[in-house]
């Protein structure tokens, strides 16, 4: 359990999971935080992690706070959260042990004490079945989860905003230090998210103003001259406003030379204002700045990376990597009764992005030289403005009780695409070792290259009606509407391009007891042929790639909450791959069958005092099934080869000991299953096994030191990777064996 957690209440607060309410209290249980907290203390026994009658001061600081505050659920950080109320697999409210589908939700405070600094490592750590991938060009952001890889198959959301995908980039947000939670659904998500999320959808929920003073502060050093710094302030301004700030920034001299180091910057500041009892507004924004490590990879030398190019970086000295993201928000939620729920969410993302690198290394065994090629500049201008509206009704419909979602989403997306792809590059190569890295032509710089103005207009809705008073039907529906103009800025030539896209879901959830669950569920998606709002002129024909589900599972909560449990085995088919047409290298055609057939389960269990074990493991079968490609004029069959950055193996296991009073130590484990880096499934990158340490210490009453070694065994492992003609060319490395020390103190 966690120490720091014992600070501020004088008890491991990571044992609160069970003792937090299942549903906030509303406006007038606000007022009486004190009758809730002395019914949280009675809440303590088998499987709280806390004794019977534990004092209300064992919720700690941040918990208490969100009792004081309507509408609010907080996420637990113990446990896989099946009570906690969920937006992202429903818009009707439902815990995940109501949803027909498989949800992760992972508290922001689990995601910090784990010592996770980025989304992408908190979500392939902690979340079950999904992993990362992505080199800088895509913001580091890949997923991939169920036999699905890409921005475009696993959409990201912002407090449950779409983000739309620019030329196969997202780069926010990335920081955790503002997490609430992260919530991952698995599976088809069109029914409530609109096209590009067949393998499923990743939401960061964000930390909200509280109506309870609450200060948290982190200072961070580690090796290769890691430095960390973050602040979290909230609590009211006057009866009715209430604040929240959070500030962090990270620096590094990095692990990889030269041009190694990275620099980044998250502002996150929010006010909510408890206009009455019913009616609350936030309005927030968010700023992300990244200077990420301007590294694409390392050349492989007859098949491996030798130790003595491990660390080395071959882009040019004068390279840049920039990302600045702006979100700004204003919600308004209105509960006018009991039974009817009104929310909306208006809101402006602008993106500025800019590269210039050479991405692409590859290893000459007749000169002994590292060849390098890709000299590239980009700039991304993006603007995505737009409104999301949905109803709540709880009713009786004949005679059965049943509730109902309803709403529309509608937005306008700007795109500038400006880059040098004219540019009549000349490759250069350098020495593995001993080299001087050069720099970027002049001649090569960027230029106006085409924008982009997207509209889309959506419907949706959903409805859970109970047949008995444990079998419930759920279904949903939504519809999409959305139109491109594209204008090549070089040439004038402009082209449009409108789509049609219909999702849908049908669910039977069955609860033979208040703490299980058994369900069936059939749903249906589409995904865009490359990202939507930048769609070429060269796939403007092709209609969307659609896709079906079905999904068996079964939830629960066993021996008072101490064990959490789920599990669930599906099949995913998607239709309408693009391919080359064979004989005719430059043209493409809409054919072909992917799928992938897999099983899932999930556990978190306190097996004795002290002690606290978090797992998953996901094992599936994935593979084209009818995808042909040109290669030399020559028509070749992929059937049955594993998609590319798709493993077909993943695992997590965290393990927590108290093994004394105010000492904490944890260890993670994480397993990825080896991938392919080619549609042949000849350039093989090997799975991998990481190891991560942690060791927590309550100084004092408010205060926590942390020591984390990530990366023990210092594995070399690689993250992404690219092939020429079936042979991987460069690999991609994760991070090094490296060691942090953190001081966090609360007040």
Known sequence: MSPF??????????????????????????????????????????????????????????????????SLSQASPVGLNLRTPSRSASRLGLTPL???????????????????????????????????????????????????????????????????????????????????????????????????????IVNIVSKKPLFTPLNVARFGLGEDGIARAAVDSTGPIGESLAYRLNVSGNRADGWITPEGDFRNLAVSGALTLQATPDLAFTLSHDLGYQEPTRYWGTPLVNGRIPDSIRFNNYNVRDSKIAWTDNWTQLRTEWHPSADVSVRNTAYRLQSRRHWRDVEQYRFNPATGLVDRSDYL?????????????????????????????????????????????????????????????GFFPPEGRASPAYATRT??????????????????????????????????????????????????????????????????????ATDPVNSLITLSQSLAGFELSTGRQVEVGAKGLAFGGAVEWTLAGYRIVKDNLISAVPGQPTVSTQVGQQSSLGAEAALSWLPAPGWR???????L????????????????????????????????????????????????????????????????????????????????AGSRLSLRVFNL???????????????????????????????????
């Open 5 to 70: 957690y014992r600070h501020v209440c004088g008890r491991s607060l990571l044992s609160v999971a069970a003792a937090l309410p299942l549903a906030m209290p509303g406006p007038a249980q606000a007022q009486e935080p004190s009758a809730q907290l002395e019914e949280i203390a009675v809440q303590g026994g088998p499987g709280t992690g806390l004794p019977p009658n534990a004092p209300a001061e064992a919720i700690g600081a941040e918990a208490a706070a969100a009792l004081r505050t309507p």
């Open 621 to 700: 079968h994935a593979q084209y099934d009818d995808f042909t490609q040109n290669v030399g004029g020559v028509a070749v069959s992929y059937a049955g080869n594993q998609p590319i950055n798709v493993p077909e193996q993943v695992a997590n296991l965290w393990v927590n000991w108290a093994f004394a009073r105010d000492w904490e130590g944890r260890v993670g484990l994480q397993h990825v299953g080896e991938v392919f880096s080619d549609f042949g499934n000849t350039a093989r990158r090997p799975g991998y096994t990481l190891v991560n340490l942690g060791l927590d210490h309550q100084v004092t």
């Open 613 to 619: 074990i978090d797992a998953n493991l996901a094992l």
């Open 98 to 200: 109501q949803t027909p589908a498989s949800l992760d939700i992972i508290s922001g405070e689990t995601i910090r004490l784990r010592g996770q600094t980025s989304v992408l490592e908190a979500v392939s750590q902690d979340g079950t079945g999904i992993t990362a991938f992505g080199s800088p060009g895509s913001g580091v952001g890949f997923f991939t989860a169920r036999g699905f890889a890409g921005q475009n198959s696993i959409q990201t959301l912002f407090d449950g905003t779409r983000l739309y995908v620019g030329a196969n980039t997202v780069t926010f947000p990335f920081d955790t230090w503002n997490v609430e939670r992260i919530e991952v659904l698995r599976g088809p998500a069109s029914v409530l998210y609109g096209d590009g999320a067949i393998g499923g």
């Open 377 to 437: 500049e980009i700039y991304h201008s993006q603007e995505q403005i737009g409104n999301r509206f949905d109803a709540t009704f709880r009713h009786s419909l004949f005679g059965f009780a049943n509730t109902v979602s309803a709403g529309f989403d509608v937005n306008h997306v700007s795109f500038r695409h400006t880059n040098n792809f004219t540019f009549s590059e000349t490759p250069t190569s350098v020495p593995l070792n001993g080299y001087d890295p």
């Open 713 to 747: 065994f210092d594995k070399v492992y690689a993250v992404d990777g690219s092939a020429v003609n079936g042979l991987g060319t460069a690999w991609l490395l994760g991070r090094p064996r490296s060691l942090e020390v953190a001081y966090t103190i609360a007040w």
């Open 455 to 524: 509209n889309q207009a959506s419907v949706f809705a959903e409805d859970r009606l109970f047949l008995t008073d444990r079998l419930s039907f759920l279904t949903g529906v939504r519809f999409d509407a959305p139109n491109l103009t594209r204008q090549d800025l070089r040439s004038g030539a402009t082209f449009e391009r409108s789509f049609r896209a219909l999702g849908y879901r049908f669910a039977l959830l069955y609860e033979p007891t208040p703490d299980t669950s058994l369900y069936v569920q059939y749903a249906t």
